[in-house]
């Protein structure tokens, strides 16, 4: 059998031996592209490549893309586990090129490909080309090319319609149309007639293996089509689809990429698969797909969540723990799918390998969380009164919504278990309440469309800004650009608060987690104060502040110059965080990855992923390993190198960040990250390093807050002060002030032990028999007295002993409480209830001390302003008994 592994790399082999650039996978979370939640085409790595937005050292590539649809037009997520297809998370491989060949090589290397390198006979496949629809003409080349190159008949050349042979990645971007290569499943002769269709029972039908893109057009948003700088190939071909062929199996859940996790759910489960239900067998590959997109985004950073990928990530993984719960699995199982796929596919994408404690870690959590509400969630389902008589069974959205909002099921795992239990969901109606709830936590939102014009305006003129602040703090430029008021402007005055665009700058935009550089720019007769450094587009650094002094021109020369202090101070915080992540991944393990940080001259943020809080020995440990790099005074040494390269060296990135193809790499004592930052010169320049805080901040991530050198200090001598002015009110020494506290809370506890003990003895009477002051009426014992203790739990079990001791029995106890205030409680034997409650005679009993209260009708409370008027109050009891008996 062929290993889907092999399949994957003669693929790139083919390709490289043809002058393509192998390209690794890039990450699902798109780089470029704001408009998708993941990438789900090979293609869009390299979507402004296409478009000419951005250039590559190469015309040609090839590679095996990550992809993953579930949200938006291209989304599978109800067909997984139904289909043989359809999944969410699935490896897509491509040849492309950029303006380099076109439609007569594209086809050439696919048969050559497909029918020489791969081994699948010709005989089993069809083309279908683009046959013309909504005034574009049919592609005929691509046709004649097919006769030419494959030999193929007219009868296996297929022309369909835009639906099917026009390729567009969504509204809007590149397109144009396609070429597609079909294979025939099931025994005997290939039957032209059964084109279109899937294969069947009988295994016969026909499957798309790989589509050709020849992309020639730039879809706008009016729908207009603008020609592409030069003519582009994009090719597509599914990993899962050619690993069904070449092994031999009809079902891509029969293939070495997900068989294996579909046996190891049916191990889990108990149950044969392919055994007597079919929902069953649904049930075993959803999870077999959902635990691979599970992995893939948890290694990428993703943890489930609320957000918008987040919530995509909990959505996968909460329909693939209902389908367990539905195979019947009672116990944590997720983690170990996720795990497997960890195994089988860790050696193609080393994150796996690096994150799996982190996969198992956050997936166990998940599961935890969403079993505590599963069962509260289908109990809350199952006791929904169903309108009797309805034609159809509908759940309403409010009912939808609050299993979402209350019990986290998601509303299409909703739909799983209605098309399960036979009812549908009421789908507007729960739109409604998902908007109502939006608007009440929608905050304030801040985006001036045209001040983004305006940057992206500035770009296009000036072009990449030279940033020269990794060798200096001053440098002379001319200014190209001038903003003021969100608007391009050729002159600013004192006073007014500008953006200024210099020709190079050495002032660090903020990126990275690192703040912004503050300064001046200045000319002979002009001041301008630079408050923050921003990189609002790629290659675009904007210096914000204010003129305080002259004026200032476009095309002026003017003189650079960084705040030291203060880009020294966020040199020390960020080499800090380096060297802290380091202790992270030693101490805690390699699964606390980076996940964002913030690094400004005043302390340092860095946001980890961690399944559990750090011990107080190990932030202490780590602590200790950051100082002891520090004390070493060794070098800062860069190296600027493609990202193969510095993968290979062992360097590491963190989630969020975006790289190129080249990258700096940054080597501090041990640690090695790719970092575009300002650093320190030596880890001794760091001075001392302190960690202030540590905390959770939300499912799977945590956080330390820290400082370095002077601010380091300052924190050590504000804990000092505090310990100092702690010992000074215990009189004691600082060292002995634990000691100290230990002794108090001690004697603490000792006297409220004590206290507990005197408001008992006081609430049951002390020496007084209170039951001496009952009245029988009629068959009813009757108390109304007054206590000397007014704590209301003392009260009540006082009350309901005596009321146990007189039953059948009415009792009321009033009490003078603290600021001259009254605390009234009243019990009912249960027998009595019928005719005597308790809420209404504390009533009328607290009206008479001025105030109020209710309860049950065998316990009520209620408080009073008037503590002179408690012996009436007393005496009103027996009179309102006697006058409801």
């Known amino acids: 059998m062929t290993k889907s592994s092999d399949i994957r790399n003669t693929f790139r082999d083919f390709f490289g031996k043809r002058g393509h650039e192998v390209v690794p996978s890039a990450p699902l979370i798109p780089q470029n592209d704001p408009t998708l939640i993941f990438v789900n085409a090979g293609m869009v790595p390299f979507k402004d490549v296409f478009t000419g937005q951005d250039t590559r050292p190469y015309k040609r590539a090839t590679s095996s893309q990550k992809c993953i649809r579930i949200s938006g037009k291209h989304n599978d997520l109800e067909n997984v586990g139904v289909t043989a297809r359809h999944h969410t998370f699935f490896e897509m491989l491509g040849n492309f090129s950029f303006g380099d060949y076109f439609k007569p090589e594209a086809i050439e290397y696919a048969w050559e490909l497909i029918t020489k390198e791969l081994g699948i006979s010709k005989d089993r496949l069809v083309v279908t080309v683009f046959g013309g629809e909504k005034g574009l003409p049919a592609d005929d080349e691509a046709a004649a090319l097919w006769a030419k190159i494959a030999g193929l008949p007219k009868e296996r050349i297929l022309g369909c319609g835009a639906a099917d042979n026009f390729w567009q990645m969504g509204d809007t971007g590149p397109c144009g149309p396609c070429t597609e290569i079909h294979y025939f499943f099931g025994e005997g002769t290939p039957d032209l007639s059964l084109f279109g269709k899937e294969p069947g029972g009988d295994g016969r039908g026909w499957v798309e293996l790989w589509n050709l893109v020849f992309m020639q057009f ?9 020609k592409l700088p030069a003519p582009s190939i994009d090719t597509g071909a599914g990993l899962e689809r050619l690993a069904c062929v070449l092994q031999g199996v009809v079902s891509n859940y029969d293939t070495d990429l997900l068989r294996p996790i579909v046996d190891l759910t049916s191990q889990i489960s108990g149950k044969r698969y392919r055994g007597t239900l079919e929902a069953d067998d649904v049930s075993m590959r959803v999870i077999a797909d959902h635990a691979r997109t599970t992995a893939f985004l948890i290694a990428e950073g993703v943890f489930p969540d609320r957000a918008e990928r987040e919530y995509v990530l909990r959505r996968v993984m909460r329909r693939a723990i209902r389908h367990g719960q539905r195979l019947g699995v009672e116990r944590l199982f997720l983690h170990e799918c996720a795990l497997a796929v960890v195994d089988r596919m860790g050696s193609e994408y080393p994150e796996l390998r690096e994150r799996r404690a982190l996969i198992a870690d956050i997936t166990q959590q998940e599961e935890t969380r969403f079993r505590h509400t599963l069962k509260r969630g289908l109990d809350r389902l199952h006791s929904y009164a169903w309108p009797k008589g309805a034609a159809a069974r509908v759940l309403p959205g409010e009912v939808a919504f609050e299993l979402y909002d209350t019990y986290g099921f998601p509303y299409d795992l909703q739909e799983v278990i209605g098309r399960e ?7 507007s109606g729960f739109d409604r309440e998902l908007e109502k709830a939006r608007e009440r936590s929608a905050g304030s939102k801040v985006g001036d469309l045209a001040v983004e014009e305006v940057y992206r305006a500035v770009s296009a003129e000036v072009g990449t800004v030279s940033f020269v602040g990794y060798e200096t703090e001053s440098a002379q430029a001319p200014v190209l650009a001038l903003i003021s008021k969100g608007k391009l402007v050729d002159k600013v005055q004192v006073g007014e608060e ?12 903020e990126s990275g987690g690192q703040a912004g550089d503050s300064g001046q720019i200045s000319t002979a007769s002009g001041l301008f104060l630079v408050s923050d450094t921003q990189k609002p587009v790629a290659g675009l650094f904007v210096h914000k502040g204010q003129v305080a002094k002259g004026a200032f021109s476009k095309g002026e020369q003017v003189t650079l110059t960084v705040d030291h202090e203060k880009r020294a101070a966020t040199r020390r915080n960020h080499s800090a965080t380096h060297l802290l992540h380091l202790g992270l991944r030693t101490v805690v393990g390699q699964h606390a990855m980076q996940k964002g940080s913030l690094v400004g001259p005043d ?6 992923s961690a399944a559990a809080a750090p011990t107080a020995e190990e932030l202490a440990q780590i602590e200790r390993m950051v100082n002891e790099r520090v004390l070493q005074n060794v070098a800062v040494t860069t ?16 989630f969020e960040e975006k790289y190129g193809e080249v990258v700096r790499m940054l080597r501090i004592a041990d640690s090695l990250e790719l970092c575009g930052g300002t650093h320190v010169a030596r880890t001794g320049d760091i001075g001392s390093f302190k960690i202030i805080s540590e905390s959770g901040i939300a499912a799977g991530v945590r956080r330390i807050e820290g400082a370095t050198g002077m601010n380091a200090l300052a924190h050590s001598h504000a804990l000092e002060r505090a310990l100092a002015q702690t010992a000074e009110l215990l009189k004691t020494a600082p060292l002995q002030v634990h000691e100290k506290v230990e002794k108090l809370l001690s004697q603490r506890k000792d006297l409220e032990r004590e206290l507990q003990q005197l408001n008992k003895k006081l609430a049951s009477g002390g020496s007084r028999d209170l039951s001496a002051a009952a009245r029988k009426i009629g068959e009813v014992t009757v108390l109304g007295t007054t206590v000397d203790v007014a704590d209301p739990v003392a009260l009540r079990e006082l009350a309901d002993q005596l009321r146990d001791k007189l039953a059948p029995s009415v009792i009321v106890l009033g009490a003078k409480a603290a600021e001259d205030k009254v605390v009234l409680v009243c019990t009912v034997s249960k027998e009595l209830t019928t005719r005597f409650k308790a809420g209404q005679i504390i009533k009328e009993v607290a009206a008479c001390v001025g105030g109020g209260g209710g309860g049950r009708p065998d316990f009520a409370q209620a408080g009073g302003s008037d503590p ?3 012996e009436d109050a007393m005496r009103l009891v027996y009179q309102l008994v006697e006058r409801a008996g």
């Open 218 to 226: 730039n879809r706008q948003k009016d729908g207009t089509l603008n």
């Open 421 to 427: 239990q036979s009812f549908d969901i009421d789908k």
């Open 498 to 509: 500008a953006e200024l665009v210099t020709q190079a700058t050495p002032f660090y935009g």
């Open 603 to 608: 302390r340092l943020r860095f946001d980890y």
């Open 639 to 654: 190296e600027v190198l493609p990202m193969a390269a510095a993968k290979e060296k062992g360097a590491i990135g963190i």
């Open 868 to 870: 002179s008027k408690l």
